[in-house]
Nanobody, 115 residues
Framework: QVQLMESGGGLVQPGGSLSLSCAAS????????MKWYRQAPGKQRELVARINSGGTTYYTDSVKGRFTISRDNAKNTLYLQMNSLKSEDTAVYYC?????????WGQGTQVTVSS
C-alpha cells in the first residue's frame, strides 16, 4: 500500500522559485531514503536529489546550490525547494522510494521554466 502523490508544479520565470511536495503513505518518509527524479521530453529520467532516513542528502551536480530536499516526518511529506530556476529545469518531477526490491513512483508534477 505504497502511495506517493506530488504537487506544487507550475509555470515559473527563469530565476524564480518553486516548492514541490510529495505526500507519502504510512511512515515512508521517516523510515526510507526518499528521492526526487525528473524527466524532460526526449531525455531519460534522472535522479535530482535524495535524502536518507538519517537526513543525509545528495544532489546531482546541475542542481547543487539551487535545490534543497527536506522532509516533515510528522506530515509524512517530502519537499523539494527549487531556487534560481533555469529553462533546463523544465521537466516532470517525480518522488520515489525503493522498498523490498521495488521502485515506487508518484504520478509526477509538471515544472515549466519559461519567460
Amino acid at each position: 500500500q505504497v502511495q506517493l502523490m506530488e504537487s506544487g508544479g507550475g509555470l515559473v520565470q527563469p530565476g524564480g522559485s518553486l516548492s514541490l511536495s510529495c505526500a507519502a503513505s504510512g511512515s515512508l518518509v521517516s523510515r526510507n531514503a526518499m528521492k526526487w527524479y525528473r524527466q524532460a521530453p526526449g531525455k531519460q529520467r534522472e535522479l535530482v536529489a535524495r535524502i536518507n532516513s538519517g537526513g543525509t542528502t545528495y544532489y546531482t551536480d546541475s542542481v547543487k546550490g539551487r535545490f534543497t530536499i527536506s522532509r516533515d516526518n510528522a506530515k509524512n511529506t517530502l519537499y523539494l525547494q527549487m531556487n534560481s530556476l533555469k529553462s533546463e529545469d523544465t521537466a516532470v518531477y517525480y518522488c520515489s522510494v525503493f522498498i523490498n526490491a521495488r521502485q515506487f513512483w508518484g504520478q509526477g508534477t509538471q515544472v515549466t521554466v519559461s519567460s
